[in-house]
């Protein structure tokens, strides 16, 4: 640097021109500050008699932390390079005891960065050059710029800065030390004050506390008082209970005599009546003996001839000839809507609770009302998934019909247990196949058919079977 080369003072004392690397602060790798310099080279190698005060070694670490990501990789000492992708907040926390070793062990990382700083605070860097320290400039900031540089009295510098911080440290101690007693005097006043107060009140309540044991002390003698004339009173009152005892007693033995005398009689009464009540069953048994011969003669007169005309016994009840529908031979029909909506599930449940009954299902047109997003493969799992949980709950036969004439090439597909399915020929619709499954069903038996178009509606409900809205079933399968 310009100090390390600086040549003797001229006739006026400025120093002379200084030598063209001074502006890099790096001569054939050489320290800025002389701190590695020859003897021979003009100015003694300055050092520390002490270690490097704590904010100063901060600061330098800041400095360094701030300068090490614009560095090349190859630049940095072994030790620094697993830090150089940190951020510097991050490399002056993990990485502060690696760089302050770094900077002292290794002059030229120093010098690069001196380098970064002399062009972060170039007027800084050139007035320590100089030997002139700003006055306005932080302490700290001097004392680290000076430990980076290395020019002319900078352990004189970082020394300074030390004592500066100690003061400071010394100083603020003592003005927090003044503030704490300032505020432990303060709080002791206060401490004093409610202790006053406090025995105040702890002698009031003492005088409260004599006067309620004085008052209490009188209620005590009062109840004692109280207490022998209860004890008088209830003496006085035992003996009369006694006397009431002994009174009852004599009472209890002449109604207990009283009684025994009563239960005689009634004895007596009763065997009285028994007498007359037997004497009057004598006097019905014969004409009760009348009555049952004469019935007996009828009877037999009857049976004789029943037998002689051969009559058959009545099978035939009156209950048998009003005119309405027998739970066995109940059809889809029959099953009154009872106010229930056709979107209901409980009219559907109504339906599959008929013996015997057959649920068809226009499978596409129930899944394109419930669920027309899913591709058709999906329609068709989720629609047979719900139709097997109801037949196993109903124990009803379900036929599921799909459209198969357009289909490029037959459907493999294991049908769920309990559910049968079906695909429509070629050239078939799946309404005309339903119309023929429900033809193919015997006169009477129930047939159910799950479809929102009309036109299938119409159509099985002439053949004889009941047809309900693709929706019912929706809402019945969505049902748990």
Known sequence: MVDAAREPAGPQGQPAAEPAAGAAGVVDGATASGAAAEPGAGRPVEKLDRPLPEGVRRRVVGLAADALGGLPSGELPQSLRQYAKFTPARRAKYAATAIAAALESEPA??????????????????????????????????????????????????????????????EGAAAEAARLVEKLQAELAEVRAAARADLDRQRAESEDVRREADSLRKKVRSLESDTRRAQAETRRVTGELEALRAQAAIERSAAESEARRLRHRVGELETAAEQGRRSAREGRSVEDMRLRLLLDTVLQSAQ????????????????????AVVPGSASPHDVARRGLAEDDPALLDQLLAIPQVHLVVDGYNVTKTGYPTLPLEQQRLRLLGGLAMLAQRTQAEVTCVFDGQDL????????????????????????????????????????????????????????????????LLLNRLARP
């Open 109 to 170: 990382f120093r010098v690069r960065i001196a380098e970064r700083l002399r062009l972060g605070q170039p007027d800084l860097v050139k007035a320590l050059e100089s030997g002139s320290v700003p006055g306005a400039a932080d302490p700290m900031d001097v004392a680290a710029a000076a430990y980076l540089v290395r020019s002319a009295g900078w352990s004189r510098l970082v020394a300074e800065a030390g004592e500066e911080a100690e003061r400071a440290g010394a």
């Open 304 to 323: 004789g001839l029943q037998r002689e005309l051969a009559l058959p016994v009545s099978q035939i009840r009156p209950a048998d000839l009003v005119e």
């Open 408 to 471: 490029d090439v037959p459907v493999i597909m294991a049908p769920p247990r309990g559910v049968r399915v079906r695909f429509s020929r070629t050239g078939e619709t799946a309404d005309e196949l339903i119309r023929r499954l429900v033809r193919a069903e015997p006169q009477g038996r129930p047939v159910v058919v799950v479809s929102a178009d009309r036109e299938v509606a119409e159509g099985v409900r002439k053949a004889g079977a009941r047809p309900v809205a693709s929706v």
